[in-house]
């Protein structure tokens, strides 16, 4: 592969990655890169759609994710596709510009547009078309399903139920694929799992994406985008869909399309990259959701996440400074927690018989509250330590268990204790506790998974 190539991947987050509040602050200063990037894409979806992004996720108390799939599932894809697009314009207003672009599903369309693709206008137009064309054709009632497993795992539960609509619709990592098909079918698969011991968890998505069951709808977005003219690219993008980087010449209508029907294969798609010399990716949208997962798959890279911290643009110049290095072939300098997430393990070296652990609980507070806020898609400032997690938060059993579970591989903690109940850490301060006490204790004694 093309040397040039190496060492920095801008990560275009799909439709999971809305975080209320992200750039929020800058909008309000008046921030022009983020003010001009919103205003445009509002222009057209108010033509396209009827209604604009921005008074809905900049308003003084910005809908949660769940409230946004409920009321306005188009604003919501809109909004991850803005923040992306304005995420990248205010990194290169810091002097960052990646070598390679890589969306994740959705993210493929920011990912090509800040690549020059289109302008702004055009790939908006585009993105509302996919956004009508799926709504008008879909009549599935599909659903996705996330397994915290590999691919091998999840092709075993789709072969158990031999139904062709249930697929294997994407391979992120080896500890997470995403089922797509009807919703008794996902509903099977979720029960299937429960019983085997893997972790299943519905994602909140309007359609079954990148399943066949779209196939009337990949049609006739192909014919909708067939006008909107693609220039060559100014960055190359490389394409965890079609398994390849775009060419020059590309029918980016007939691809686009095709990405509807096709799965996502992130994890083999970031290990090719890697193989090639990539070392530091920086996700180019709200929160963490695709750093993290490069993070279980490549722990040596540097991953940076801009948007995942409590102050954007702090963390925007921040990543920029770690960031110009490495495009000038220097390795990356360290740089705060906020911005660069090394892998968090246990200590190589234990500690000396009956040592102390001291735990600082504020700040192992701020590292688990910015997990659960990251996972829930929640502000963090709403994990008290006081909140009722279920009742309040509806973080239910099953999501629970999962975090739990995550937070131990997180803190290096090993596996749960056997007989531990989800039910006895019903508020966030009982969990960070929890977590604490674990730290204190090195690691937890028994073998026996969360029940």
Known sequence: MNRELDMTVALFPGQGAYRPGTLKGLWERGDDAVRSTFEEVDAVAKDRLGRAVSPTVFQPSPPSPATLLETAPDTLQLAVFTASVAAHRLLAERGARASVHLGHSLGEIAALTCAGAWDLADAAAVLCERISVVREHDRSD?????LGCGRGRAEQVVALIGHPDLVLA????????VLSGPADLIGTAAAIADRIGITATQLRSPHPFHNPLLGQARRRL?????????????????SPILGRFYRDGDDLAELLALHLVTPVEFG???????????????????????????????????VVAPLAGRDDDEGLTRAAGVLRPALSGARPTAAPD????????????????????????????????ALYAEAMEYPEEV???DVLLEADLGVDSVKQ???????????????????????????????????????????????????
């Open 222 to 238: 192909t014919e909708r985008i067939a006008s909107f003219t693609s220039r060559p690219l100014e960055v190359p993008v490389y």
């Open 401 to 451: 268990t999962e975090l739990l579970s995550r937070l131990g591989e997180r803190f290096g903690l090993g596996v749960p204790p056997a007989g531990l109940r989800v039910a006895d850490y019903d508020t966030f301060g009982k969990v960070v506790d929890f977590v604490a006490a674990g730290a204190a204790d090195g690691a937890f004694a028994g073998s026996a998974a969360v029940r």
């Open 268 to 302: 083999t798609s970031i290990s090719a990259l890697h193989a090639a010399g990539a070392r530091v990716f920086v996700e180019a949208g709200a929160g963490r959701v695709l750093t993290d997962l490069v993070g279980q798959s490549l722990p040596g890279a540097h």
């Open 170 to 177: 994407v391979d992120n990592s080896a500890n997470q694929s």
């Open 142 to 146: 599909g659903r996705m399903l996330a």
């Open 383 to 385: 994990f008290t330590d």
């Open 338 to 369: 906020a911005v660069i997430a090394e892998p968090e393990t246990a200590p190589s070296t234990p500690n000396a018989p009956n040592a102390p652990v001291t735990v600082d609980r504020a700040e192992l507070a701020g590292r688990v509250r």
